[in-house]
């Protein structure tokens, strides 16, 4: 059984889907945030130093139990454990394209829309600042949809892990950064990832989510 240590309205949601779709055995430990702070529970740090979700723990090898933290980190992971369902595509083109949305969706779409949480709770001042962030969000939106209007799927014609790992970021876009009806293959993208029967039971595993 893995064992996912979720924390709600997170990133972790992406890992129950993926458990879904790859149809892996798992239970979830569930954790709220702090009401005023909106940050995770200090008994995380029993799980992981860092205090963070998603976690995940792996005791399904026989082995003394697996911990992995990081959901790109965790992605790879449970791909590979898979047999490689949902993870790399055979042909080049597709390959690249998967490793470069399945970083991407962190190390560049996220941070910005991070920052324009943060700014949220700034009075004045912060709600300056999201008026002069919000273009650089618009880069990434504009271009996210320029690549969904030539294809279904970010890495190709097939769903792969790595449209589970842009769904967080482009979630969060819809829910607060500007994504609507202007860009319209990113919203029939969303609507595609949010009838897929393993992401509604990803939803009832993981209790309240307010980005589906």
């Not at 790879?76 to 080049?92: S, V």
């Not at 273009?135 to 790595?162: C, K, N």
């Amino acid at each position: 059984m893995i064992t996912v240590h979720h924390l709600e309205n997170s990133r972790s949601q992406r890992v129950l889907w993926l458990l879904e779709e790859l149809q892996l055995p798992y239970q979830v430990q569930r954790y709220q945030r702090d009401e005023r702070t909106m940050l995770a529970p200090p008994r995380l740090r029993k799980v992981h130093p860092l205090g963070k979700s998603p976690v995940i723990v792996d005791h399904t090898d026989g082995a003394s139990p697996r911990t992995v933290a990081e959901t790109g980190a965790i992605v790879e992971y449970l791909t590979e454990k898979a047999g490689g369902r949902l993870g790399i595509p055979a042909g080049r083109e597709d390959a690249l394209r998967y490793r470069h949305f399945l970083h991407y969706a962190e190390g560049s779409l996220m941070p910005p829309l991070l920052v324009k949480l943060v700014l949220g709770q700034v009075p004045i001042f912060g709600r300056m600042a999201q008026k002069r962030l919000q273009p650089m969000i618009d880069v990434h939106l504009d271009y996210v949809e320029q690549e969904l209007a030539q294809r279904e799927w970010f890495a190709g014609d097939s769903f792969t892990a790595a449209d589970v790992m842009m769904s967080f970021p482009l979630e969060a876009a819809h829910s607060r950064a500007g994504l609507d009806g202007s860009r319209p293959a990113t919203m029939r993208w969303l609507e595609r990832i949010h009838a897929r029967p393993a992401y509604q039971a990803a939803l009832a595993s993981g209790g309240p989510y307010k980005y589906a």
